[in-house]
C-alpha cells in the first residue's frame, strides 16, 4: 500500500485525503496550523489519520508520494529534504487528475480566470454538458472526483498549482494574460512567474488547444521563445487575427478550424474590455465542443458575473456603489478603473505585493475624484497617489471607509472597493473583504 502524506489540511488537501483513501492509499495528513472544524470532521468521518500545530517529519518523510497544498512554498526546509530524497511532491490537481478520463479545460492568468472559468461552465452546463467545476474555485477538484465523475471539468488554476503538476494536461488550456503577481514566491524574477503560467501547456500536444491573449506582449514574446506543441488560439481586440477570435464593429468573430462566427457584443452581461476577452476565450471553448451558437449567445448575454468581481452593490441617493474586492492585484485595478464612466471614489490598499502603481496614473488623474485608503500601511498610497486627488484619507475599518466615501460622493459619482492589494492585513481574505463592504453599504 503506498503512503499519501498531505501538507495542509484545507479543501484542496482534505479533497485530496478521501479521494486518496478511496484508492486505496494509507493517507496521513498534517498541517503546521489549526485544522478547521469542518475539515477535521470529513477527516474523522472517513477515518484518516491527522495532525494539526506541526508536522512531524518522521510521519511525513517517509511518504511515497506528498501531496501540498498550493499555499505551501518549495522553499520550506520540510519540502526541500523530502526532494533530496526522492519523494515526489505534487500539487491536488495532478494528484486527481490520474482518476479521471474527463476532458479537460485548464484556465490561467493573472486576472480574469474566476470570470472566465465560470462563463466556460455557464455555457456547457447551459448546453446539456455533464461538466463540474474546481480548482482555485468551489469544492476541490478531488472531492469532486471522489464523489461524482463528470465528462468534462472546467479547472481554474494559479501559478502554484501548475508548479505541482508532473504529467497533468487540459485538452484545451486558456491564457488569460500574465501581470507581475506573487513575484513574492519567484525570488522577484517575473520570467519566473512567466514559466510558471506556461506549464498549463507543457503536457499538451498538437491535438490540444492553447487559447490566449494575442493582445498580451508577455504571453506572445515567450510563445516565440518558447514554442509549445498545442494548437494556438489567439484572441485580440485590437487586431484582426486570420485564425481565433478577433473584435470588428462591436462582433466578436471566431475563426476556428473551417467554421467561422459572429457574436454581437451589444448585449454582453459583463461590462469593459477584459470581459470582451473573457467572452472570447469562454465562447471559443464552446465552439471546439461543437455547442450551438444560439446556446452561445444566450448565455453571454444572460451570465450574472462573479461575486466580488465589480459587483453592483447599491445606488443610494444616485450613487452606485461597486464592489471589486476580488481585485487583488494592481492589474485588476487597472480593468476596474478603466470601465468607471462617472467621477469616482476609490477606496484602495491592504497588504502591497510589491505593486507597481504607475499604470493607474491616468485613470486617477481622469476619473478619480477621492482615494480612501484602506490598509495597516498606506504609505506608498500616499506617495503615489496624493498629489493627484484633492482627497485622500486613511482608515482601518471598513465601516469607516464607506462613511467617507457616502460624504465625498455626490449624485452621479461611482464607489469602487478596487483594492489592487491582498486583503490579510485587515480581513481574513477577499471575500470577507467583499461582504463587509456590502454589508457597511447596506447600514448607511
Known amino acids: 500500500m503506498k503512503r499519501l502524506v498531505i501538507l495542509g489540511a484545507a479543501e484542496s488537501g482534505v479533497g485530496t485525503a478521501v479521494l486518496g483513501k478511496q484508492k486505496g492509499f494509507e493517507v496521513f495528513v498534517s498541517d503546521k496550523g489549526e485544522i478547521k472544524k469542518k475539515y477535521k470532521d470529513v477527516l474523522i468521518h472517513n477515518e484518516i489519520e491527522w495532525e494539526e500545530l506541526q508536522h512531524t517529519e518522521e510521519m511525513i518523510l517517509n511518504a511515497d508520494i506528498v501531496m501540498k497544498s498550493p499555499g505551501i512554498p518549495d522553499k520550506i526546509e520540510l519540502v526541500q529534504k523530502l526532494i533530496e530524497l526522492n519523494v515526489s511532491v505534487i500539487s491536488e490537481i495532478e494528484f486527481a487528475s490520474q482518476f479521471t478520463k474527463a476532458n479537460i479545460i485548464g484556465i490561467t492568468g493573472s486576472n480574469g480566470k474566476t470570470t472566465t472559468t465560470m462563463l466556460t461552465h455557464h455555457i456547457l452546463k447551459s448546453a446539456g454538458l455533464n461538466v463540474g467545476m474546481a480548482g482555485n474555485i468551489g469544492d476541490s477538484f478531488a472531492k469532486q472526483l471522489a464523489e461524482n ?4 471539468f472546467v479547472l481554474e488554476l494559479s501559478s502554484f498549482q501548475l508548479d505541482g503538476i508532473v504529467n497533468f494536461k487540459p485538452s484545451i488550456a486558456i491564457i488569460t494574460n500574465i501581470t507581475p503577481d506573487h513575484l513574492d514566491r519567484y525570488d522577484n524574477d517575473f520570467s519566473n512567474y512567466v514559466a510558471s503560467k506556461f506549464r498549463i501547456a507543457m503536457n499538451q500536444n498538437s491535438e490540444d488547444y492553447l487559447i490566449y491573449d494575442a493582445d498580451d506582449t508577455t504571453i ?3 510563445l516565440e521563445s518558447n514554442p509549445v506543441q498545442s494548437t494556438l488560439l489567439p484572441f485580440s ?8 477570435m478577433y473584435l470588428k464593429d462591436n462582433n466578436i468573430k ?3 478550424d473551417n467554421s467561422q462566427i459572429t457574436m454581437p457584443t451589444t448585449n454582453l452581461a459583463l461590462e469593459g ?3 470582451i476577452k473573457n467572452a472570447m476565450a469562454a465562447s471559443a471553448v464552446a465552439q471546439l465542443l461543437n455547442i450551438r451558437k444560439e446556446t452561445i449567445r444566450e448565455c453571454l448575454e444572460n451570465f450574472d458575473g462573479v461575486e466580488h468581481r465589480l459587483e453592483h452593490v447599491l445606488r443610494i441617493n444616485k450613487v452606485q456603489y461597486i464592489n471589486d474586492s476580488k481585485a487583488t492585484n494592481v492589474n485588476a485595478t487597472y480593468y476596474a478603473l478603466e470601465s468607471m464612466d462617472a467621477p469616482t471614489v476609490w477606496i484602495v490598499g491592504g497588504e502591497d505585493k510589491g505593486n507597481d502603481y504607475s499604470e493607474l496614473f ?5 476619473k478619480v475624484k477621492a482615494i ?7 504609505k506608498k498610497l500616499y506617495e503615489n497617489f496624493q498629489h493627484m486627488v484633492d482627497i485622500i484619507i486613511e482608515t482601518q475599518y471598513m465601516s469607516e471607509a464607506v462613511k467617507i466615501a457616502y460624504k465625498v460622493s455626490e449624485a452621479g459619482d461611482n464607489v469602487l472597493l478596487s483594492p489592487a ?3 490579510f492585513d485587515l480581513f481574513e481574505n477577499y471575500e470577507d473583504r467583499g461582504r463587509q463592504f456590502k454589508d457597511a453599504v447596506r447600514n448607511l
Not at 465523475?149 to 468534462?152: E, L, M, N, R, V
Open 149 to 152: 465523475d463528470k465528462d468534462h
Open 362 to 366: 491616468p485613470f486617477v488623474n481622469e
Open 273 to 275: 474590455k477584459h470581459n
Open 254 to 256: 471566431l475563426k476556428i
Open 237 to 244: 481586440i485590437s487586431k484582426k487575427l486570420d485564425k481565433g
Open 372 to 378: 480612501i485608503c484602506l490598509g495597516v500601511d498606506n
Open 421 to 423: 492589494c491582498a486583503s
Open 220 to 222: 506572445t514574446e515567450y
